[in-house]
């Protein structure tokens, strides 16, 4: 044992005062909690000048390349007619505004005015009433008559009603007609329209001819101030923001606006107003975001972009705020994109300080004093002292080594557990023991009634007692320590410990000086046998958590005495995963970590995820505590995770569903109209959709089903990964395809998406032509119509023969390398969904079909850069036609051969059985090898060989829609460079990959996965 020197004393004198101080005035005046963001992937450059949701859910979004609409899972290109890429493309679009009746209305730089009919589907533009003008567009709003009110850079507002097709001019205040700059445009609760203009505010009452200009009051230095943001309230207030950063409030009982007082350095222009869902009024502008009491103004939080919160604002240029009807904000701007937020009441996240302790928030250990404080240590080595509200009160004075453990004696004195080392600090910071140990890392701390010690490390258990020199090992009823890690201790309720960890399972009884092992009968034992974490919950119930099979509850023992396990995660489908080893018990009885919480009553497990709000990082193990009033801390690499248990219920929203595409003979199909359905023409061969729940918070956990009514016999399921069915080869006849969806709590939606779908028959399919037919047999023409039929039918045929054998051709060049003569990557994109489709059907209707699967092969060849740097590129061209035709002799007609790109080949093998897939890996490497290239006049022939990766589709016959095409050739192209590694000369296949292996790691990291069988060739 070691006692502290001066400098302890020193330390522990200073955070007794800064304690008692502390209570009073914390270092921090408030925790810096901080809000979570998720962006909109594939913004272009991160700019966005505008935003609206409409009335069925999409988002619109205005983008540096144009006009876009997001449904949760990718962004689509949205064009207006037109006869090339350029005059289709709406340019920059700067204001939007959904109408109710479902039309969405742009203002575009250079087109004037356009709206979607989301009848038709397409864009129509109406430009201005000056033909071929072309005002820059920057406001929208909409009356209560349903006109379009649009304010412009120059021309002043104008106005347009859709019943009567006409456009206005609107003179501003001050302004000549058809002149000045109108920033901002809304309507109040009462139909008063308001615009923000360069020369101020005016107001167009309902009933009125003309705008009332609102006088605002003096601003300096600036005598003119334009308002470029306006937010009615419904009570009748108006809150509007000015180019100079100014936030200004009026009510109807004011002659003008009260500006807020200024806090802090200049915010730059007001962009954006909107009230959010937590009851604040949202300011958006080109210093971030604030956030304010709608009332007074009074600020209540401000956000800004910083570099260390991944998970927070991307920029500070704001544009545009859009409120969902979820209640999440979507905050739009230049450097953001799109982030949409939403507020956790159940979840919060505590970042860094300014300054102090916990300026670094990779929080590494937790403990709850019982005093009401919170002590936090980093992995910089600092130990913060929080008070209740997790504001920082000062620092724990020790030396720097990292915290991995830590406990409350008896009688208040703090234990420390770091590597090889173990203290006990008085209440007030005074170090009293120190011990160096062989221990290894501390994982797990506990101090008893009696003030003994147990130390779970790195190196097994150890126990102190007190008047002992040092911690002792604690061996098992052989006398031998662990020797392994011991991650989790938990109470038996019986005065002895359950202990877990890499060996297992074991009991320590009370009062005894060995362990036992804990043994379990055969299918109720631990899904995988390593510990992570214990709880004994307030039933006396013990919960386990494992690495791979997660949770488990012990039910009971059998006649022998054996321990008997129930599998929870598993039971819920559940594996590969641990359920976050930090267990804890809420007062409803619900087991938390800060990955899942279970309910044992209603038997419902819930994930939790970012768009829960929990988004801190990675996670730490054994970082965790319980406060007094039941709130749950977590510790994060990039913050500390609070957690409210009582407010929390799995997502009660009720994503809608749209069709985002059709397909008609597998080519995108933009009828007309859908108000009577999708009529599809005699003779069409197939027709598909693609249809998205709008879950925006998380849309890879929404689950569908869908079913065509008159063909499907039941219901069909599927994933996200799988929203494009597609039928062929249909009766014709009359039908609806309906669509239903759950939110990202698995809880179905009520809404149901039916689209009516009518297939018209060809003559010969309609009911009148057997009755024709035999009516001109009855009159003696039989003969007569017959020959005349074979007649017409085989100049159809032969017309018909020559229009398809010109459009094959010229379709067999668009989908031909012209080198190769092999297929090319655009044939590989509009054929491989329907191979995929085919293999998932046959997969889920007849499990253990052996002709089912799909061989998938990238070929590389080795070394062929060598042979253009020697010989030169037509010695190249040499080689891949000789080895296409190699190609050509392995595989059959029926299989597809694709030129990849340079030198490397896809190969395609339909109706195969995964167990063939190591055999013609092994011929495709021999026929590519065996035999030199020649390279030409003048040139030496040449060896050439080959690497080969491989994968049998689907991966997990079980789950056959599991995996996508993106992770297939992920996995492929991982394959094939694992054959480069082994040497070259080989092939490297994956026959079969289980279901979740996608969602971990990186595809380097799958062909290790022990989910995966990977074959070698040697």
Known sequence: MRRAGWRGWVGAWALAAAVHAGMAAPLASNAPFQRSFTSVPGIPRNVVASAVQDRAGWLWIGTGDGLARFDGYRLQSVEKEGPDALARNMGWVRAMWASTDGRVWFGTESSGLAFHDPDAGRIQVLGGPEPGGS???????????????????????????????????????????GEGQAHALATGPDGSVWVGHWRGLARWAPGATGWQAVPLPATDPDPVDPVMALLPLPGGGLWLGTKGGRLGHWTPEASAPVWVPAEGAPRGSVQALRLGADGLLWVGHRGGLELRDPATGELRERLVHRPDRPGGLAGNEVTTLVRDPTGAMWVGGFGIGLQRHRDAPAFAVRGPDANGPLTDTDVRSLLALRDGRVLAATRSGRVAVLDGE?????????????????AEGPDGS??????????????????????????????????????????????????????????????????????????????????????????????????????????????????????????????????????????????????????????????????????????????????????????????????????????????????????????????????????????????????????????????????????????????????????????????QLVRYRHRLVGYDPDWVPSDASFRAPSYSQLPPGRYVLEVQATNRSGVWSPHLLRLPVTLQPLWWQRAWAPWALAGAVGLGLGAWVTLRTRQMRARQ???????????????????????????????????????????????????????????????????????????????????????????????????????????????????????????????????????????????????????????????????????????????????LYAAKDQGRNGWVGAAVAGAEVPGVGSATDWLSDPRVLVQRSR
């Open 390 to 406: 997790l504001r920082t009160l000062a620092e724990w004075p020790r030396p720097g080594q990292m915290v991995e453990a830590m």
């Open 135 to 177: 005002l820059s567009i920057v406001s929208l709003t909409e009356d209560h008559q349903g006109r379009i009110w649009f304010g412009t850079l120059g021309g002043g507002v104008r106005r347009y009603d859709p019943r009567q097709k006409a456009f206005d001019i609107l003179t501003l205040p001050g302004e000549l007609p």
């Open 414 to 699: 703090v234990w420390f557990g770091s590597n090889n080392r173990l203290e006990q600090h008085s209440a007030d910071g005074r170090m009293l023991r120190r011990w160096l140990t062989d221990s290894g890392a501390a994982l797990a701390l506990r101090v008893l009634a009696d003030g003994s010690v147990l130390l779970g490390a790195e190196q097994g258990l150890f126990r102190w007692r007190p008047g002992q020199a040092a911690p002792q090992p604690v061996t098992d009823a052989r006398g031998l320590a662990l020797g392994r890690e011991v991650f989790a201790l938990a109470p038996d309720g019986e005065g002895g410990w359950w202990v877990g960890g890499r060996a297992g399972l074991h009991r320590l009884p009370a009062g005894a000086q060995h362990l036992q092992a804990v043994d379990s009968p055969e299918g109720e034992s631990l899904g995988f046998p390593l510990v992570l974490g214990l709880l004994r919950d307030g039933q006396g119930t013990l919960w386990v958590d494992t690495p791979v099979a997660g949770l488990h509850r012990l039910l009971g023992h059998d006649a022998r005495g054996l321990a008997r396990f129930e599998r929870v995660s598993i039971r819920h489908g559940i594996a590969g995963r641990p359920y976050g080893a930090n267990l804890h018990q809420d007062a409803r009885g619900r087991i938390w970590t800060q990955s899942f919480v279970y309910d044992p009553h209603s038997d419902r497990l819930d994930e939790l995820r970012p768009a829960d709000g929990v988004q801190f990082g990675t996670p730490w193990f054994r970082s965790h505590a319980r406060l007094a009033d039941g709130r749950l801390l977590f510790g994060g690499s990039q913050g500390l995770l609070v957690v409210r248990p009582e407010r929390f219920e799995p997502s009660s929203d009720q994503p809608p569903i749209v069709f985002s595409s059709l397909r008609v003979n597998g080519l995108p199909h933009r009828p007309d109209s859908l108000r009577e359905g999708l009529q599809l023409p005699p003779g069409t061969r197939s027709f598909g959709v693609e249809f998205a729940a709008l879950e925006f918070a998380d849309p």
């Open 797 to 975: 045929v032969e017309l018909q023969a020559l229009v398809d054998a010109r459009t094959a051709e010229l379709r067999n060049a668009s989908l031909t390398d012209p080198l190769t003569g092999l297929r090319n990557r655009r044939y590989v994109a509009q054929r491989i969904d329907e191979d995929l489709q085919l293999a998932q059907r046959q997969h889920l209707q007849r499990p253990g079909r052996e002709d089912a699967d799909l061989l998938v092969f990238l070929i590389d060849l080795d070394h062929f850069k060598r042979i253009n740097d020697t010989h030169g590129h037509a010695a190249g061209d040499a080689v891949l036609v000789q080895a296409a035709q190699r190609l050509r002799e392995v595989f059959r007609d029926s299989d597809t051969l694709v030129r990849w790109g340079g030198e490397e080949f896809l190969a395609i093998a339909r109706a195969s059985n995964r167990s063939h897939g190591s055999e013609l890996a092994e011929r495709l490497r021999y026929s590519l090898s065996e035999q030199p290239y020649a390279l030409g006049p003048g040139l030496p022939s040449t060896a050439v060989t080959a690497s080969i990766g491989f994968v049998a589709y689907p991966p997990d016959p079980a789950h056959p829609t599991a995996w996508d095409w993106a992770a297939v050739l992920q996995l492929a192209d991982a394959a």
